[in-house]
């Protein structure tokens, strides 16, 4: 689980169908953040994620790495803000 409160957005750089890719930011230079299936919603074997897609995700850093969890695709229809957001009220 993510410890941030914060909410990312990006697109997706690199997804392979072995259930992992990476995320390009739309914040910072912090370069592409792996994502891993099991950060996504949905039953196993259902997880995917397609190159170019826009996306919503939160990060977490273990053992100094930096992973993308809580991934969502955002559809074309929402309003989608740049950078990042806070889900704090």
Same mark, same amino acid.
Request: hydrophobic share 35%; net charge negative; glycine share 12%.
């Given at each position: 689980?993510?410890?941030?409160?914060?909410?990312?957005?990006?697109?997706?750089?690199?997804?392979?169908?072995?259930?992992?890719?990476?995320?390009?930011?739309?914040?910072?230079?912090?370069?592409?953040?792996?994502?891993? =299936?099991? =950060?996504?919603?949905?039953?196993?074997?259902?997880?995917?994620?397609?190159?170019?897609?826009?996306?919503?995700?939160?990060?977490?850093?273990?053992?100094?790495?930096?992973? =993308?969890?809580?991934?969502?695709?955002?559809?074309?229809?929402?309003?989608?803000?740049?950078?990042?957001?806070?889900?704090? =009220?």
């Amino acid at each position: 689980m993510s410890d941030s409160e914060t909410i990312f957005t990006g697109t997706v750089a690199f997804w392979s169908d072995k259930g992992f890719g990476f995320i390009e930011p739309r914040f910072g230079d912090l370069g592409d953040i792996y994502v891993h =299936a099991s =950060a996504l919603p949905g039953k196993p074997g259902r997880k995917n994620l397609t190159k170019g897609a826009e996306v919503e995700f939160e990060i977490d850093v273990r053992d100094g790495k930096i992973f =993308a969890t809580n991934v969502r695709i955002v559809e074309k229809n929402e309003t989608q803000p740049r950078g990042a957001r806070s889900n704090a =009220a």
